[in-house]
């Protein structure tokens, strides 16, 4: 698997921590040189990655910045000496949890901003040379929050609005072999999930089919099939990843 994809750049936001640092692990497992971007974390955790073996380059990524964007990508690819990009993560994302009555004008937006602006952003930088490469891989992190959860309608609808721009991407990429595909993690324990109310993760742990909260790693799974030649012919498809959560 590694030989398969050494020549290969995969740009994973995000990725200083939680699920976005074990997608980077595991693609880098797999042999892909990767750019870790985020707004922080990201150099100590390229450079624990690079201690495991791993080509990674960690620098700094604000998703909801278009000139951050731009540069994150030229120099991500400057430092493996390409010049295109083989997969994109857009998996940065942030909560705001709040009843939509008490919800602020700043909690919407940021949340917006960060998946919505920041999937516009990212991909805006990758599609052209995914197109001359007649290659491509777009993964969007969406989250089960998108068939809607209480204390989230920014989230929700940012999850949901990357499921959209998922499926129209797929269909107006597909043309040049480029797969767009969104997962939707469940209850996954990260730095993000950890500051959710006891009270509210007990919930959760009651619903689940699979009686565990879910690692990274789980997401990374597929996040590294999706992203192999074995998922060439998968497209436009939301997963979940949720051990059978619902909300
Ligand atoms: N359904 C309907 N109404 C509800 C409700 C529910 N499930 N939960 C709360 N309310 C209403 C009720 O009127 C409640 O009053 P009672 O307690 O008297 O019943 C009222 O809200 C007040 O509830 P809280 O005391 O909890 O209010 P709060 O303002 O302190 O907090 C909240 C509200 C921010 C929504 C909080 O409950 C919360 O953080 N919930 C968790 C939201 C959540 O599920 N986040 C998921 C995080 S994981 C993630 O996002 C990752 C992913 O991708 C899946």
Same mark, same amino acid.
């Given at each position: 698997?590694?030989?398969?994809?050494?020549?290969?750049?995969?740009?994973?936001?995000?990725?200083?921590s939680g =699920?976005?640092?074990?997608?980077?692990?595991?693609?880098g497992?797999?042999?892909? /040189?990767?750019?870790?971007?985020?707004?922080?974390?990201?150099?100590?955790?390229?450079?624990?990655?690079?201690?495991?073996?791993?080509?990674?380059?960690?620098?700094?990524?604000?998703?909801?910045?278009?000139? !951050?964007?731009?540069?994150f990508v030229?120099a991500?690819?400057?430092? #493996?000496?390409?010049?295109?990009?083989?997969?994109?993560?857009?998996?940065?994302?942030i909560i705001r949890?709040?009843?939509?009555v /008490?919800?602020s004008?700043?909690?919407?937006?940021?949340?917006?901003?960060?998946?919505l602006y920041?999937a #516009?952003?990212?991909?805006?930088?990758?599609?052209?040379?995914?197109i001359?490469k007649?290659?491509?891989?777009?993964?969007?992190m969406?989250? +089960?929050?998108?068939?809607?959860?209480?204390?989230?309608?920014n989230?929700?609808a940012?999850?949901a609005?990357?499921?959209?721009?998922t499926?129209?991407? !797929? /269909?107006? +990429?597909?043309?040049?072999?480029i797969t767009v595909?969104?997962?939707?993690?469940?209850? =996954?324990?990260?730095?993000?999930?950890?500051?959710?109310?006891?009270?509210?993760?007990?919930k #959760?742990?009651?619903?689940l089919? =699979? /009686?565990? =909260?879910?690692?990274?790693?789980?997401?990374?799974n597929?996040?590294?099939?999706l992203?192999?030649?074995?998922?060439?012919?998968?497209?436009g498809?939301?997963?979940?990843?949720?051990?059978?959560?619902?909300?």
């Amino acid at each position: 698997m590694g030989v398969q994809h050494e020549n290969s750049l995969a740009l994973v936001t995000g990725a200083g921590s939680g =699920i976005g640092l074990a997608i980077a692990r595991k693609l880098g497992e797999k042999g892909f /040189k990767v750019a870790i971007g985020d707004l922080k974390n990201y150099e100590e955790s390229a450079e624990n990655l690079r201690k495991l073996g791993l080509h990674v380059v960690g620098l700094p990524l604000d998703v909801t910045n278009w000139d !951050s964007c731009s540069e994150f990508v030229e120099a991500s690819m400057a430092h #493996f000496k390409t010049d295109h990009v083989d997969v994109l993560v857009n998996n940065a994302g942030i909560i705001r949890d709040s009843l939509f009555v /008490k919800m602020s004008r700043e909690d919407w937006d940021a949340v917006i901003k960060v998946h919505l602006y920041g999937a #516009f952003n990212m991909t805006k930088q990758v599609v052209e040379s995914m197109i001359s490469k007649g290659h491509g891989r777009i993964i969007n992190m969406s989250s +089960l929050s998108w068939t809607g959860n209480v204390g989230q309608a920014n989230y929700s609808a940012a999850k949901a609005g990357l499921v959209g721009f998922t499926k129209t991407l !797929s /269909k107006e +990429l597909g043309r040049y072999n480029i797969t767009v595909n969104a997962i939707a993690p469940g209850f =996954i324990d990260t730095p993000m999930t950890r500051t959710v109310p006891d009270k509210i993760r007990e919930k #959760f742990m009651e619903r689940l089919s =699979i /009686k565990r =909260i879910g690692e990274p790693e789980d997401v990374a799974n597929l996040v590294a099939f999706l992203a192999s030649d074995e998922a060439s012919y998968i497209t436009g498809e939301l997963i979940g990843v949720t051990g059978g959560l619902t909300f």
